[in-house]
């Protein structure tokens, strides 16, 4: 996979040199020089490929291990006769394949939504003359017009502004309105990039001009597109399957040859036996797997619909109680994701009414175009009382960066000024005190408003000063050049307000062992206020200026030890969610704009808000219908509750599976015929695989849903070895004892194994569904029913004249009571083995192959 990477700072290249370079001119390019430059560099279109056809991706499914394993079994079972599992395990397949078919094409809806984000239309110079002409038609040195209201159609730098405010909320998290100038920037950060307008944006007011410097893919929105498109390493859910599949192949294998090469040495090698090393085969396989694992997930989802929670692909339910790091944006989920008005301070820093209502009559009267911070104003302090009369106002301009208005109270007039501190300072010559008396602004006085200023933007807090000036009855109007010789009383300051749930929530995660950590295009000052003020536990800081320093080896050893990340670009967020996956952790990514699309996409479990982009929650594998980590937490619970139920029947399936196949070949070697006709193999698996339906409905210990949970193959292998060989030792007493001591023929010992054997296997499902003593843990009521009700009908085929189509036989009641024994005992030998066989796994180079390590190693491999 090809990591796309962040186009080049061109806003640091003053507008002249942009020109000469580009061979372009502030009037635009000729018509003929555009057309050469479009030949060259191709339409301004994000340019992402077409999608595989549904046979491509349906082939890729096919040739997973435990895919093939499953149509292998099918094929066997046709070829046996038995038409009916061979249905059911082609209509399972089938059913799974679909359901990753459309989960894939839900995905792929992040890309169309990339898509429709893109302007259709623009004003462009061409020959001289503003023409409207189709974005994708522009190309690099093209000069364009933009106004309020319109999108940005490629990455340009401002040659001209006249009051051009943009939202770039999406891009870059900044959530206050963006100025753009034609100075030239000193900054390589995207957030700080004050002459750079981006594709995907929008211009809110004002007009502008811009040069374009980059179209299509060379974008900042083509490399998000790029990196949405991009095929990621596998996810935890698809890593477990693929190791699991990849254990049951060599568990077969050795099975299969051992069993072929003893009967041809012992008794050559015939039809018949050749089919008992098939079915033997298709018993190891759990053909129920693909329908245990959807109707697990199926299940889990509804329950974390009902938690406000909505899973659009199913497995990612897995990946979240797997999940040990989340990396958030703070806003939205840590803040309100709304601009408040903090507090109203005069110039000792302590609370002045006289700046709240000033600021207040500001906001009220003046024209123009109203910020949010006027919104903010006016949501949190009453109106002006009818006392006070409107004469005139001077709006907001970026040149000036204040607005004033001119308004009188009892017949007398004054001008209010709001605006940038430092800028407003500036047209100041004195200060009033709380008391209301006015002294002169001396050195010592502005040094201290300096240090006021720097403290709260430390605080992560925006600043708007207040000032004032009386004027005489004679002033009707105001003009930018009256706002001299003014009061200056003091600054309201905004913030996006922490969300008071915000603490308790991300104590839950990290409780359950998820580590939180923040990724944010905000700076510094802002994410480490917001950490203090909602006491979060974070270590280590890092800026987009260190990310960009450091290679990618660098950064996987330094992520895991800084839990801030401030000033990021998307794709330095792409970046730190795979260092994170290549260290070994299972991610989530919380995000809601344009911006955060990289990362999500490049998380084993992407997240969204309801109110996100369209292209964040088309991205998202799972939507909060409620920005709060409160319920991604319980999100997470039921993810490890899903997870937990599905390696119930991992682990029974396997150990079980392979016990009974092992003794059946270890029986073969000595027996002078086969222990179980390939028929009844089926049978016995068929029925196992039945009375574990209702796995999806059982409950999960307490223990499990504390801590991540993933998948361990090397641990399932270890339970496998400890479990299946424990049931082989007791099936091999049974063959003992029916071939010893009540010395039966061939009929009476294949239905007495079968019975012993299908009742060890189904009443197991009580001792290892838990990993306490099973009489202190009550299974669900539908897995009792289907494990019960399973075990009644296998003994109803092998007891009762049903069975003898399959070559069962009636049995003695002495003989049934032996089977009744040997079960009871084993079960009490596998509640003792169970805490160890649960802990163990195989430190061989057997598990070792096919660890996590081994997988993160490819997928680092792939990454690179």
């Known amino acids: 996979m ?25 009037t635009g390019l000729h018509t003929g020089e555009a057309a050469e430059r479009l030949a060259k560099d191709g339409p301004n279109l994000i340019g992402i490929s077409g999608h595989p056809s549904l046979l491509v991706k349906a082939l890729r499914r096919v040739g997973e291990p435990m895919t093939a394993i499953l149509l292998l079994s099918a094929a066997v079972s046709g070829t046996a006769g038995d038409w009916q599992s061979f249905f059911i395990i082609v209509l399972i397949v089938a059913l799974s394949i679909a359901l990753d078919l459309y989960q894939e094409r839900e995905a792929e809806r992040a890309i169309d939504a990339l898509k429709k984000s893109v302007a259709v239309t623009a004003t462009v110079l061409r020959d001289g003359r503003p023409i409207e002409m189709p974005v994708k038609d ?33 891009l870059t998290g900044e959530p206050y309105p963006c100025e753009k100038c034609a100075a030239t920037c000193a900054s390589v950060l995207i957030a700080e990039a004050h002459n750079a307008l981006f594709a995907g944006t929008s211009v809110v007011s004002g007009e502008a001009t811009m040069l374009v410097m980059a179209t299509g893919r060379a974008t900042m929105f083509g490399a998000i597109a790029a990196s949405v498109e991009a095929r990621e390493p596998m996810t935890a859910f698809e890593r477990g399957v693929h190791r699991l599949g990849t254990l049951i192949l060599r568990l077969t294998a050795f099975l299969v040859l051992f069993v072929l090469l003893t009967q041809l040495v012992l008794h050559g090698l015939s039809l018949e036996s050749f089919m008992f090393a098939v079915a033997l085969a298709v018993g190891l396989t759990p053909e129920l797997l693909p329908m245990i694992m959807t109707v697990t997930l199926a299940r889990g989802a509804l329950r974390m619909a009902k938690q406000k929670v909505v899973v659009k692909r199913l497995s990612a339910i897995h990946d979240l109680g797997a999940m040990n790091v ?50 903010a104003v006016i949501a949190a302090l009453p109106p002006a009382d009818a006392s006070w009369t409107f004469l005139d106002d001077a709006p907001f301009d970026f040149e000036r960066r204040r607005s004033s208005v001119l308004v009188a109270h009892d017949g007398k007039p004054q001008i209010i000024a709001k605006g940038a501190p430092e800028m407003l300072l500036a047209r100041c010559s004195q200060v009033e005190l709380a008391d209301g008396t006015v002294h002169p602004l001396d050195a010592a006085r502005r040094s201290e408003l300096d240090r006021l200023f720097e403290a709260k933007a430390h ?33 309201a300051s905004f913030l996006d ?112 808000v309801e109110g996100g982009t369209d292209v964040a929650r ?130 009476v010992f294949r239905t007495a ?30 897995l009792a029913a289907s494990s019960i009700g399973a075990l009644a009908v296998a003994m109803a085929v092998a007891l009762s004249p049903l069975g003898h189509f399959a070559g069962f036989v009636p049995l003695p009641g002495t003989i049934l009571a032996a089977i009744a024994g040997i079960t009871v005992a084993y079960l009490a030998a596998a509640e003792t083995l169970k805490p160890y066989a649960l802990r163990w796994a195989p430190k061989n180079f057997w598990a070792m192959s096919i660890s996590k390590k081994a997988d993160v190693g490819r997928s680092y491999l792939h990454f690179k």
């Not at 260092?579 to 704009?593: I, W």
Request: proline share 5%.
């Open 753 to 782: 194994w079968f019975v012993e054997s299908i009742a060890t296997q189904i009443l197991v499902i009580f001792i290892i569904r838990t990993a306490k003593p099973f009489w202190t843990s009550r299974p669900n009521g539908v």
């Open 459 to 491: 605080q992560g807090l925006r600043l708007l000063g207040v000032a004032r000036r009386d004027v005489g009855p004679e002033c009707t109007t105001t003009r930018p050049e009256n706002e001299t010789d003014l009061t200056f009383v003091g600054c």
């Open 2 to 26: 090809s990591v796309p990477t962040r186009p080049h700072p061109f806003w640091t290249e003053p507008v002249e040199t942009a020109i000469q370079a580009l061979a372009s001119r502030p």
């Open 326 to 375: 989340l990396c958030t944006d703070k806003t939205g989920t840590l803040t309100e994701a709304k601009i408040a008005l903090v507090e109203s301070i005069g110039i000792d820093g302590s609370h002045s009414e006289a700046v709240a209502k000033l600021i207040r009559l500001n906001s009220q009267f003046a024209s123009g175009v109203r910020s949010n911070l006027d919104d």
């Open 497 to 608: 307000p922490p969300k008071s749930s915000a603490t308790a929530a991300v104590a839950k995660l990290r409780g359950a062992g998820v580590a939180v950590k923040i990724i944010s295009g905000d700076a510094a000052p802002v994410v480490l206020n917001l950490v203090k003020q909602l006491d979060l536990p974070a270590q280590g800081i890092m800026s987009g200026e260190d990310l960009d320093g450091i290679s990618e080896v660098a950064l996987i050893e330094k992520v895991s030890s800084n839990d801030l990340f401030v000033r990021v670009s998307p794709e330095q967020k792409g970046r730190i969610v795979r260092a994170l996956r290549m260290r070994g952790f299972t991610v989530g990514f919380l995000g809601d704009g344009i911006n955060d699309a990289t990362a999500i996409h490049a998380a084993d479990v992407g997240l969204s």
């Open 618 to 747: 088309d991205a998202a594998d799972i939507i909060l219908l409620q920005p709060d980590l409160g319920v991604l937490a319980d999100g997470v619970a039921e993810g490890r509750r899903t997870y937990a139920n599905i390696m119930k029947y991992v682990r029974m399936g396997t150990s079980s599976n392979f016990g009974n196949m092992l003794s059946m070949a270890l029986a073969s070697l000595i027996l002078p015929f086969l222990p179980l006709m390939p028929l009844q193999i089926l049978i016995n698996n068929l029925l196992y695989d039945l009375s574990e339906i209702g796995i999806p409905f059982d409950s999960a210990d307490d223990t499990t849903l504390s801590r991540p949970q993933t998948w361990d193959v090397g641990s399932v292998l270890g339970f496998t070895l400890i479990m299946g060989p424990l049931s082989s030792l007791f099936d091999l007493g049974t063959f003992l004892m029916l071939s010893q001591v009540f010395k039966v023929d061939a009929d």
């Open 138 to 170: 522009i190309v690099r040195g093209d000069v364009v017009k933009l106004r309020a209201g319109d999108l940005v159609p490629a990455d340009g730098i401002v040659i001209a502004s006249r009051n051009a405010l943009t939202n770039e909320a999406s």
